[in-house]
Nanobody, 124 residues
Framework: QVQLVESGGGLVQTGGSLRLSCASS????????MGWFRHYSGKDREFVAA????????YYAESVKGRFTISRDNAKNTLYLQMNSLKPEDTAVYYC?????????????????WGRGTQVTVSS
């Protein structure tokens, strides 16, 4: 069973930056693609970004393109999300997820393992 633990969330002002991390307990971390999603109260979980198993390709939601960067360090079993130029509408609980597919996937149902989330709050 893969365990994912997010960290790095917090309160930041508009225009600020945060770096989220997601540590995996699984030594096979490097075999599948991984992604970040976010959840607003009362809405479905929303895709943010995803990266292939080897970090060679990434895909972003239009709402974060150019501001967020996803990366991974397979040697450390860790996934990252660098978030710059944050806006109040980025306020949400952010989740990392692991897929069994090596290719980039963007749908919630394509991810097998999930972390418990970390809160990001952007004040105006």
């Amino acid at each position: 069973q893969v365990q994912l633990v997010e960290s790095g969330g917090g309160l930041v002002q508009t225009g600020g930056s945060l770096r989220l991390s997601c540590a995996s307990s699984e030594r096979t971390f490097s075999s599948g693609s991984m992604g970040w999603f976010r959840h607003y109260s009362g809405k479905d979980r929303e895709f943010v970004a995803a990266i292939t198993w080897n970090g060679g390709s990434a895909y972003y939601a239009e709402s974060v393109k150019g501001r967020f960067t996803i990366s991974r360090d397979n040697a450390k079993n860790t996934l990252y999300l660098q978030m710059n130029s944050l806006k109040p509408e980025d306020t949400a609980v952010y989740y990392c997820a692991a897929s069994l597919s090596p290719a980039v996937v963007t749908m919630v149902r394509e991810y097998r393992f999930w972390g418990r989330g970390t809160q990001v709050t952007v004040s105006s």
